[in-house]
């Protein structure tokens, strides 16, 4: 996407559910989340998006891309708040909007969040909801570099 001597610029932006989720995805200049197509082994076709667990894994990624954007550090968002408001507990309602948008951003990417909705700025989403987002979440993040 290099036009004249304008380049890109793509953020590495960082997510964290628990110790075993974590990482950093990739967002365009033009705040779309990088997805790319994953053939499985019975041939189905799916959309996922490529996550590292480190800045440096996510810079040799761009760099291999043909327009050589540049990659700096993006937000982070805490899944966490997620989890807790899907198991009922008391969660910081900006906390679960921040993270929530992010997962409709990721799914909305991997074309899995058609369905999912941002509810109206101070409510809550559904905890059934968020339970669903999560585990499309689980499915559409590909970490390439465990």
């Not at 948008?101 to 058609?114: I, Q, S, T, Y």
Request: glycine fraction near 6%.
């Amino acid at each position: 996407m290099t036009t004249g001597s304008a380049t890109a610029r793509w953020e590495a932006v960082a997510f964290e559910r628990d110790e075993a989720f974590w990482g950093f995805v990739l967002r365009d200049d033009e705040g779309r989340v990088h997805v790319y197509e994953r053939t499985s082994p019975d041939g189905t076709v799916r959309r996922v998006a490529p996550a590292f667990t480190r800045f440096e894994h996510a810079q040799l990624f761009v760099d291999a891309w043909p327009e050589r954007p540049v990659l700096t550090r993006g937000p982070s968002y805490d899944l966490g708040a997620l989890d807790a408001l899907a198991e009922g507990r008391a969660v910081d309602a900006r906390a679960v909007e921040d993270a929530w948008l992010f997962a409709l951003d990721v799914l909305d990417a991997a074309e899995e969040g058609d369905d999912l909705e941002m509810p109206d700025e101070g409510v809550t989403p559904d905890e059934d909801e968020v339970r669903e987002g999560l585990s499309r979440l689980a499915r559409v993040i590909e970490q390439l570099d465990r």
